[in-house]
Structure formats: C-alpha cells, structure tokens
C-alpha cells in the first residue's frame, strides 16, 4: 500500500464529477487500499477517491474510535432522506486542511452502493456517519464543504491555502 496525493482547494479537479465503475476488480481494490492509507495518515474520517485525482465513484471512511472499521462504498446514491431533521456538525476536509465550519446536513439518509464483492447493498445512517457519507458524495459530484459557506468565508480559506502553497506549507 501507499499514500497518495491529496487535492487541495482551490485545485481545479476537486470539480470533476466522478465516473460510475464498472467492475470492481484488483486495481480498483488495490485504490481502496491505498485511498485507506492516505486517509488513515491523513488523520481523516472519510476521503473520496476525487480528492485523490482518481474520478471514479469511490468512497472511504472509518469513524471509529480505533480506526478499525472501514467503510467502503463504491457507487454510492442517497436513497432517502429518513430524517430531514438537519443536524449541525463541524466539518473539516483533507483538502481543505486546518479548516473547519459547522454546517448542516439531514441527520439520517438511506444509501445503495456496492461493496468490494461487487455486493449491492443498502445502509441506513444517522449521526456522524451520515454527515462523513453526505460530505464524501458531495466530492463525487465536484462538490466541497466550503460551497455550502459565504462568498467571503470561501476567499478567505481559498486566499489562506493558496498562500501556504507558495510558501511550501501544503503539498
């Protein structure tokens, strides 16, 4: 395994939508593994394989406390939104690191996806879990946490990341 290359916001390709896959087989499984890694040494609790330049309708997340149960979802749709009740979470995102805004999402959501058995199944969620799985698709459809915030809070994150990446300070 191996980690890879985290997008950064402002980068252009956090907005590429991401392809449905087809087959999962030994590369798309050997991705999920490394997208693990990167997300494990990232301290995150959920990537999606847009934020690592790989467009293809992959989701990772664990938000275990011992980092001990992944969560693998490959073709995700939110099926229903079970409890409209929004709930307020502070997120954060690998590519938009050192930042954090409270946002809300539907607190309880129904999803289909496909497992790494190429298994179909469907996953109700409620809490922190169906945050991190709203948050993730939003990346498969070029979407970012900081969307959902002002005009003026967005340069601002957007000004601060692009400073740190003439200086060297983000990858």
Known sequence: MSTLKILI???PRLRTVATAVGTVDGKITTLVDNMLETMYEGKGIGLAATQVNVHKRIIVI???E???KPLVLINPSLEEIIEPKKMPYS???LSVPGFYEELERPSKVKIKATGLDNKNFSLEAEGILSVVIQHEMDHLDGKIFVDYLTNLKREIIRKKLSKQKKLGATS
């Open 66 to 68: 011992e980092k001990n």
């Open 9 to 11: 916001f402002p980068d």
């Open 62 to 64: 664990d938000v275990s």
């Open 91 to 93: 997120e954060g995102c």
